[in-house]
């Protein structure tokens, strides 16, 4: 296992760690990924695989042109990212979104880091700060309780905390498709099993408002004590959105454009929208639809919508805490925590969002980790790409004081010179940044030549 000093330690074997693992590895680093699934389980979690995806199976858009997450896709694969690759080959139809198959995908992941001679793998819980050696800390949104006060301690600051909710996942052949239709919103993708990734159940006005009734009236999950429901935003739970206003959903997830009913010539009101959730085609996600309502609660209000009246429910939504850390405040530019310098953080933790952007800083931060070790210093990361732009604002680009959980984004990003603001211009402007991104990636990937 060589010496500690010459070991690279990661606690977490979500996407961060995994992804952290195979890049310190890849370098010629000998590495130790900590994983406590499954001797100690989590909420969320169902297996004791690596990568195992807990919210849906999406890694969202998969267009490095004109999105900001489809260029992150494009830049973790040129630095031969083994989250972003394993997703393209367990690749399932969904549009213009890069949707996987979810056990598959963890079992993959799996089978690599265990199969990669600089990788060993301990299944055990780390409640402390390690106060030698060179670590990561990758543990995600489910940290433990141990391990969160350690955290706590260290940086003289309360761990922050949201929460984050679960969709629901529904067994196709429960589903009545006399009502629903299968149809991506605007006949999005180039293929017929591409354009039917995507089930839709309609909704007249009177049934629309049933279902707000019934959802806003439903026994929802409390919260302990001293825990407050800071939700982010991309990540509502259906009944919050709906006490935000009765239309809320209408102009969310339940939004009726891009799709033609052909069971009706009657426009529906109201459309609640399910993604393919694995290759077979037998499960479905409601899109959108996190939720903190109980489980008998779940059942009840989501059968009144039309097509789901006998559906049969392979996995109840659900809710859990996501702690993240203060990185503006507490981080360097190399993601070290500067109280504490040998520890790294990566992930969902650092306050980002998403299953690509923890991966994409689980990659930085082996990149980072194995490079210290080798003696070999990278240079910085460049601030117009996708990852610059990431790190960046989690390092400093944000404010301290109203630091939340952030998705990538063309906002995180740079104006590019002569190029004007506004929505006329979007197209021309989204393109120069990921042209430019996509240079200055490749640059900064050829002055690297890891070994290996």
Same mark, same amino acid.
């Given at each position: ?77 040129? !630095? ?365 990937? !050829? ?6």
């Amino acid at each position: 296992m060589g010496r500690m000093t010459q070991t690279l330690h990661i606690i977490g074997g979500g996407m961060a760690g995994s992804e952290a693992a195979w890049q310190a590895a890849n370098m010629g680093v000998q590495v130790i990924l900590h994983e406590m699934r499954p001797k100690v389980e989590t909420f969320a979690h169902r297996t004791g695989h690596l990568g195992e995806m807990v919210c849906s199976n999406s890694f969202r858009s998969d267009d490095h042109e004109q999105n900001a997450v489809g260029l992150l896709h494009w830049e973790m694969k040129q !630095a031969e990212g083994l989250i972003i690759n394993t997703a393209y080959k367990r690749r399932l139809p969904a549009g213009g979104a890069l949707a996987v198959d979810r056990d598959p995908f963890a079992e993959d992941v799996t089978a690599a880091l265990m199969a990669h001679e600089n990788i060993s793998v301990s299944y055990e819980e780390i409640t402390s700060l390690p106060t030698e050696g060179h670590w990561i800390i990758a543990t995600g949104p489910l940290t433990s309780d141990a391990l969160g006060a350690a955290i706590a301690q260290a940086t003289g600051a309360d761990a922050l905390a949201f929460f984050d909710a679960i969709a629901p996942i529904i067994y196709f052949d429960s589903i009545d498709m006399s009502k629903a239709w299968m149809q991506s919103r605007y006949d999005k993708g180039d293929t017929e099993e591409e354009r039917t990734a995507y089930l839709n159940c309609p909704m007249t006005k009177e049934q629309y408002e049933d279902f707000i009734d019934a959802l806003l009236s439903a026994e929802k999950t409390e919260f302990h004590e001293g825990e407050t429901a800071g939700y982010f935003d991309g990540c509502l739970p259906i009944e919050v959105m709906a006490e935000r206003g009765r239309e809320t959903l209408r102009f969310g997830p339940m939004k009726p454009v891009g799709l033609t009913n052909p069971h009706s010539d009657e426009k529906p009101y109201a459309v609640v929208q399910l993604r393919r959730d694995n290759a077979l085609g037998t499960l479905y996600n409601i899109v959108g639809f996190q939720t903190k309502m109980k489980y008998g609660a779940q059942k009840d209000v989501l059968r009144r919508i039309p097509g789901l009246e006998n559906a049969e429910f392979a996995r109840l939504g659900g809710i859990h805490r996501n702690t993240f850390i203060n990185s503006p405040t507490l981080l360097d530019s190399e993601m070290r925590l500067k109280s504490h310098p040998n520890i790294r953080f990566a992930g969902q933790i650092t306050g980002v969002e998403g299953y690509v952007e923890s991966a994409a800083m689980g990659l930085l931060a082996g990149r980072f980790a194995a490079a210290e070790l080798l003696g070999q210093p990278l240079p910085d990361v460049p601030q117009d790409t996708a990852m610059g732009a990431l790190i960046h604002h989690i390092t400093g680009g944000a404010e301290a004081k109203t630091f939340q959980p952030m998705n990538v984004n063309f906002g995180l990003f740079r104006p590019v010179d002569g190029l004007k603001g506004g929505r006329r211009g979007r197209k021309d402007r989204y393109k120069a940044y990921t042209d430019r991104a996509k240079s200055e990636w490749m640059d900064w990937l !050829a002055a690297q030549n890891p070994a290996g």
